[in-house]
């Protein structure tokens, strides 16, 4: 089941403002109503607070584990997106943060999901 | 004939503002001039109201159900665009919504029709 | 000879605003210096003006005839790009008019003009 | 050599503004410091001045003929693009204009240069 | 090891404002955590200072060198990123510059680190 | 129902041998076991016979009406291509004959179904 | 785990030889070194065997789920790959049959297994 | 209307076999049906005899000006590639010589016609 | 240096014939002239021997450090892919084996290289 | 003007028959009718003779100032492809050769010339 404990962090390198964007093309999960597997990309993209104020990263290994955990679990696509966003908002506390779910599609729809945090960039809300 | 009685709705499940993007590449009703079936894409875009004010999501497979109740209809495109953002608006009450419909073309020009509901971002309306 | 007395129209069927795309990707005229034939691309965007103003939107048949009496016309791609805006606002009285052409090119050179009417949104300006 | 004097212009058709674009893939000159040929596209975007101010558009052929008069010349990326957009400024008194040289790459890195005159607008500024 | 020492400049030839773009797809460094190599493209863009303030530009094969030099690097895609950043604005110290890296993935997971000095225009703000 | 009376044709232009190819990009016929719509592409291929022994070739608007009359059928991917092939066999009595079905999916899995009359060129059996 | 006893059948509709391709984007199973999940897509191609014969084809339906039974195993790709075409002609015994598997990769290697069974033609032997 | 003497040729430059291939992408003529303007693709591939032999190679400006003689032409598909074909080999009278038509569409289906003439190498018979 | 002991293999799972394909798109080596890096992607095909005769399968992360050995290695593009080739026959003996190298170019000159072992099929020979 | 005296050579490293294959995507020569510029790739691809008969390869640099020799050359696309096959043959000597020349376009025609030395293998002769 979804073990937001696997997520790790490190400190971020930098004060100076940067955005960082993980792009998970792997990412699988059950229907809970059919219960057949949903296949999808997750991309995560956050700007992390500073250095100065104890700003981290996640750590690229242990978001790949936390994503693995999905794959039992029975979640509709709403629901895994706002999850996401707040499992990663409580283990980094960034300055913004944004989820964007794409799913391959069931009967003939694809769907995109996207939940941000903060004051995400308006050059970011488009996509 | 377009029926929106097909379309259910699922309780949102969060207060914070978040966008779902539907889309249906196999969408196809008939041309009330000539007869000839239409083909296009619905692209369906909308931000739930916040769970607290009762705000719902479409269901999937009654989207896809209601998609397909245009088979036979004759309609033109500008119709189907306006009729879907009505239908859709009446059954969610979303914070804001967009139709977009892509049509493969008749004569050598194809077609896309474009509906807003509500205060649409700025980054969807190019597209 | 380009003929915009063969463009015919519809009332909108709306009074919520909408936006109408069309591409005609057979446009062909002729270079009135060489005599050459000219090959291009002709992108139609617009807002019809209000159903309770008389808002119209273009037929789509009529539209193609209009395109086609260019076929024999010796004129410049600066030229005919502001002729079909000023017949298609002349026509519609839209809320805004957009018209894009592109060029195969000639020379090693492509090319791309575009013409507006009214208050085009800003979204719509770069292509 | 670079010619500026062959380039020729035409009175602009329309007071209503308009946006012209030329793309010429076909540019080359040559490294000033290697004597090795440069290859890439440049692109041309600008506003003629409006008719009643005596506007005009580049001619087509003559723009071809002033880009082939670098083939032979030693110079820069950042000084063919800062020359072009002078020489066409001088000739054209553009209400804005914009050039974008793409360079096809050197020692595994690929170039973009963009330089513009006046008031380019925001949507044209990002690529 | 990574040496800022290896680069070098030029006079910027214009007191016009220009946007200079050099994209390198073959960089290498090697992880800090496994040993392996990651593999990645990196993306600098920059508005150099005006010809009256001694604004320079970077020379373009200094820049090869110094990307070459951490292809034996062990140093994480955020540390990459930063450093790149402050490296060059200290050699050409720009109006404004950006360094993105695009990184080919580890895990089925694949990353992009953006980072910004000074007032990058907001149309490059979003890639 | 699929209706092959639909189908006419013309004597074909010439004795020497050619090859012609119909793509229809919007074919639509109902899954007879859910009841849902499937959508595909079908491709056909043929070589008239000699135009000194009757040959013909199938008239391209009574072929699109012909596949036209498959929208309302329920009929599994297999039994269409067999059907289209033997219906345009019967009608032209062709040198040979291809028909490849192209189904946008169902359930994850995307599915073509080829079917051959005659000796079919080597080079057209891979696709 | 794989479980061939979910493979259905049905009469094939035709004495004359055609080919059926299946392609399911979204398989996946478990590295049994590492415990990872891989992803890849696996292809079907094969030719019934004649109906006079019992010639049968496999149901779309249940071959989606006997794919998704390899969800939970840890099976090397080139396992996978023979066991998928051997339960597949145990069922159908087909004139030919050919599974490809397309892995997205480990360790910066993309992998493609192909095994054939019978005489598969020399057009499909390449891919 | 067509006019095979519009076509000039100039001898091969070696006895050695070589293959040309020429691709007109801007080829129109009108349908004799329905008077509205035909759109596609002429390639065109041969093989020159030997100059020893007086073989001829087709001259480019010519080839285009006899393409353009179509232009108000009434004439089906399958007539134009048959016309093409013979009357190049009359012109040339290559070693062999092939003609493919692709045509842009009616009624939402694709068309390509190919036509051979003399001993057309088995890798260019597919496409 | 490049070290083949680093290659290790396990027993093929069938004695059915198939065939593996590895590609690595994260290749560098060193240029021995210049003492730049080259980037490039290598292709690895084979059919490994039967089971019943001993044949064995490369294991994909020995694969992986084998490719990584040559990161520091000065060679010429032509040896590399004559050593991987027989560095990977001599550990495998496989049935036949195909080595290709995609290299990303030098003063704007693109390369491959091909090196066969054994009876490779006609259809793997174009590429 | 041309120059084969610019090619140089280097001992093949293998008795082993490997494909060798340089896309030069940077050629340009002038044509001699109009004197305006054209611009091509150049595709070399040749089988080495066996090291032990003294089989040799062309050096990469020495080729790209071979082509860079055509600049200022007026000649046409037929010589240049039948040129560069009998310089690159005398220099070599090679079991077999294969030169292809792909043209951007003049008049709106693409053209491709492939001129073939020895006993090039039948896959390679489509392209």
Known sequence: MPDPALLETFP??????????????EFTSVCPKTGHPDFGTVTLRFQPA????????????????????????GIFYEAVTNQVRDDLVACMKPAWLQVITDWRGRGGIRSTIRADHGD???????A
């Open 12 to 25: 971020t390198p930098s004060d100076a403002p940067f955005v960082v964007e993980h792009v998970n093309e």
């Open 50 to 73: 500073p250095a100065a104020q104890g700003g981290t990263c996640v750590e690229l290994k242990s978001l790949k584990l936390y994503f693995q955990s999905f794959r039992a679990e």
């Open 120 to 126: 995400v960039p308006a050059h970011h809300r488009g």
